[in-house]
């Protein structure tokens, strides 16, 4: 669908582009080659199987008008004979812009469904929130309580790959082997990972990088991802998942539980990102997620497990805090739904978002020294400079943290 409809585009901006004369003169050639290396591009990136469809279908179309358009016909030869093998190398590179409808989970993940209207509050809702603004403002020493779009630091690259195309490489663990899902072994090695060399960690400690093969619809997620010399990498923890997946892991699960995934909670990094290209499109149709310097270890210290969490969809977690006011890692937080994004200020772009707040939510994923809006990480200098070039006005601290509330959580699970 994609190619025929690029394909009727470009033909019909050759159609659109004419003068009087027949003959090709500078100005044809220059058009020639922009139309040329536009097709190279796309083949490059998506579509190389395409290439002898799109030289047929130029080829057809320049028979067809030869004696009744015989300047078009020169065109469409023209560039059917330009679009060469040599100019569309193969790569493992593509990009980092993640397609503004790529859809992560199978439709009934429960990544992807909005807040029911039986949804509850917990009971400790508004203690919750409390203890968040207090321990931002008087703990962390914040001057305000807000949400932070995390654009700089606290967040994660994503590299779109094409893994036919790369080298393989196994991956080390800094100090210990992985989960037992990707490492069955403990060898504390996972092997015959695509890596290409253009690719980069999130700059804080966490190292965090994601790679995606849209192809084989496979995501690969790295915490403390790091080159090592010899052209060898290291990490901490990874996640390997299909696009296509429901999510549905258990917490806890197997002997090396504590090593699940790559965040606090043990959950997808990608699932739940804002990418710059959604923002682009001004739709985001799945849940988010955020970090908190709130969140529980267990409600009380006297009880004899170590720890818990809500079990939709955390499977491990990194809590501190004891006590009720505490936030279980997993637990959903939402914007009030009833909340007038224009009182408040909120610009169109921020809206953007908000909306997704209270349509959605995001789960608590791990802890921080912010409150934290993951998003995707746009540069390797730590500017954001590419999320700031469009999306200067994203005010979210306009939103006030009152305005938040936790939902219920109705599978506990403790260990």
Known sequence: ????????????????FTTHAYNLNNKDQLFINNITLKIEKIISKK???YRNLFINKLTKYSIKYRDTKPRYSEIFIWVAENITIEAIPKKCYLW???????????KDSPWRQKILSTQTLD????????NLKKILTIDLKKSKAVLNPSIQKWSSPVHIIDSDNCELFDVQNENWSYHDSIDPDRDWIIKNIPIPKEIWAEPEVDWHTILIDLNKRKVREFSRFQQLSNWKYQASTAAIWDLDSKWIWKAFDWKTWYRQWVNGAGTSYFGWMITFEEMKAWKIEHVLAVSTPANRKKMSKWWAYNSELCADVATRTDGWGIGPEFILEGQKIQLNPDLDLDKIGLSENAKIIARALQEYWAYVMDNARWFNLIMQNMDSDW??????????DVNLFDIPLDEFRVLSCDNVMRK
């Open 47 to 49: 579509w190389e199987k």
């Open 123 to 130: 009971s400790n809702s508004d203690a919750m929130i409390a």
């Open 383 to 392: 500017s954001g400079k590419t999320w700031i070039k469009d999306f200067s």
């Open 1 to 16: 669908m994609k190619k025929n409809i690029l394909l009727t585009l470009i033909i019909l901006s050759i159609f659109i």
């Open 96 to 106: 980092m812009e993640v397609p503004s409808d790529l859809m992560r989970f199978s």
